[in-house]
Nanobody, 121 residues
Framework: QVHLVESGGGAVQAGGSLRLSCVIS????????MGWYRQAPGKQRELVAG???????NYVEAVKGRFTISRDNTKNTTDLQMSNLRPDDTGVYYC???????????????WGQGTQVTVSA
C-alpha cells in the first residue's frame, strides 16, 4: 500500500502565499515523477507543476515565476511553494507520484486526497 497525504491548503487573499506539502509512505521501491495537480470548480484536473527524480521541473504557463516545486528523495516528500496567489489559483490541489512497489513490474500513479486552496480578490 502506498499513501500520499497533503497538507498546507487554506484561504488567502490575492497576493498571498501558501506552501503545500505531500508525504508519501508505504512499501516503496522508488518514486519517479512527482507532481501537483489542481481542479478548479467545473474544470478538469490539470498538472500545475512536476518534478523528476533528478530535480528537473516543469510548470504550467500560468504559474511560472510564482510557484516552485521541490522534492526530497530521502524523505519521500514534495512541496509546492505558491506565491503571489491569484483568485484563478483556487481549487483542490492533489499530490501525485509515480511509484514502483515490490514484486509488481512497472510504476503506478498514486494520488493524495486533495487539499483546498481558496484565493479571494
Amino acid at each position: 500500500q502506498v499513501h500520499l497525504v497533503e497538507s498546507g491548503g487554506g484561504a488567502v487573499q490575492a497576493g498571498g502565499s501558501l506552501r503545500l506539502s505531500c508525504v508519501i509512505s508505504g512499501n516503496i521501491v522508488r518514486i519517479n515523477p512527482m507532481g501537483w495537480y489542481r481542479q478548479a470548480p467545473g474544470k478538469q484536473r490539470e498538472l500545475v507543476a512536476g518534478i523528476n527524480r533528478d530535480g528537473s521541473t516543469n510548470y504550467v504557463e500560468a504559474v511560472k515565476g510564482r510557484f516552485t516545486i521541490s522534492r526530497d528523495n530521502t524523505k519521500n516528500t514534495t512541496d509546492l511553494q505558491m506565491s503571489n496567489l491569484r483568485p484563478d489559483d483556487t481549487g483542490v490541489y492533489y499530490c501525485n507520484a509515480r511509484v514502483e512497489v515490490p514484486a509488481i513490474p512497472g510504476a503506478y500513479d498514486y494520488w493524495g486526497q486533495g487539499t483546498q486552496v481558496t484565493v479571494s480578490a
